[in-house]
């Protein structure tokens, strides 16, 4: 790239972490968290970086992504939607649960622009990818589980994104 690593901003530098640990061989029990990844990312760019994310949900490893962009949260498994506010006006789960049930949730702003988004998209018929994580989702299911004290479920070897 041309640069040395400590002049790479925050994101660059993520990007070259994910790409050495694609190199290593997965255990499929490995808990990826990353923050805001499609942060300066082309759109075409924040779809080649899905495709990574779910193979690695798909070879049995855990995503957890802290990300605003509506493009990723509609396509987790999981979402758990903090707020209401920034600062000191959120830190509260306002909303828990695949991004149809949070679509739903009254006074989740995420929600509410996931409702649109998804709408939207009603015409495009869900993957199997898709249908399988949602049947995943189920209550009863180990996503589905109430969690303990203040803790939010998280369920694993799926793909969850932080608002």
Same mark, same amino acid.
Not at 56 to 69: A, F, M, P, S, Y
Not at 95 to 101: C, K, R, S, V, W
């Given at each position: 790239?041309?640069?040395? #690593?400590? *002049?790479?901003?925050?994101?660059?530098?993520?990007?070259?972490?994910? %790409?050495?640990?694609?190199?290593?061989?997965?255990?499929?029990?490995?808990?990826?968290?990353?923050?805001?990844? *499609? *942060?300066?990312?082309?759109?075409?760019?924040?779809?080649?970086?899905?495709?990574?994310?779910?193979?690695?949900?798909?070879?049995?490893?855990?995503?957890?992504?802290?990300?605003?962009?509506?493009?990723?949260?509609?396509? #987790?498994?999981?979402?758990?939607?903090?707020?209401?506010?920034?600062?000191?006006?959120?830190?509260?789960?306002?909303?828990?649960?695949?991004?149809?049930?949070?679509?739903?949730?009254?006074?989740?702003?995420?929600?509410?622009?996931? %409702?649109?988004?998804?709408?939207?998209?009603?015409?495009?018929?869900? *993957?199997?990818?898709?249908?399988?994580?949602?049947?995943?989702?189920?209550?009863?299911?180990?996503?589905? #589980?109430?969690?303990?004290?203040?803790?939010?479920?998280?369920?694993?070897?799926?793909?969850?994104?932080?608002?």
């Amino acid at each position: 790239m041309g640069q040395s #690593a400590p *002049t790479l901003s925050g994101g660059e530098a993520q990007r070259v972490k994910l %790409a050495a640990e694609l190199q290593k061989r997965s255990t499929g029990r490995t808990i990826y968290v990353l923050d805001e990844p *499609t *942060t300066g990312l082309h759109f075409e760019d924040i779809r080649k970086l899905l495709g990574v994310l779910h193979s690695l949900v798909d070879k049995g490893n855990t995503v957890l992504v802290i990300e605003h962009n509506l493009d990723v949260i509609k396509t #987790a498994d999981w979402v758990i939607d903090m707020g209401p506010e920034g600062g000191s006006g959120g830190g509260m789960v306002v909303a828990a649960g695949t991004p149809e049930q949070v679509a739903g949730t009254p006074g989740s702003f995420t929600g509410e622009f996931l %409702a649109t988004m998804l709408t939207a998209e009603v015409s495009d018929p869900p *993957t199997a990818r898709a249908k399988a994580s949602r049947a995943a989702a189920k209550p009863g299911s180990r996503a589905a #589980a109430k969690p303990r004290s203040q803790e939010a479920a998280k369920p694993r070897s799926k793909a969850a994104r932080v608002t």
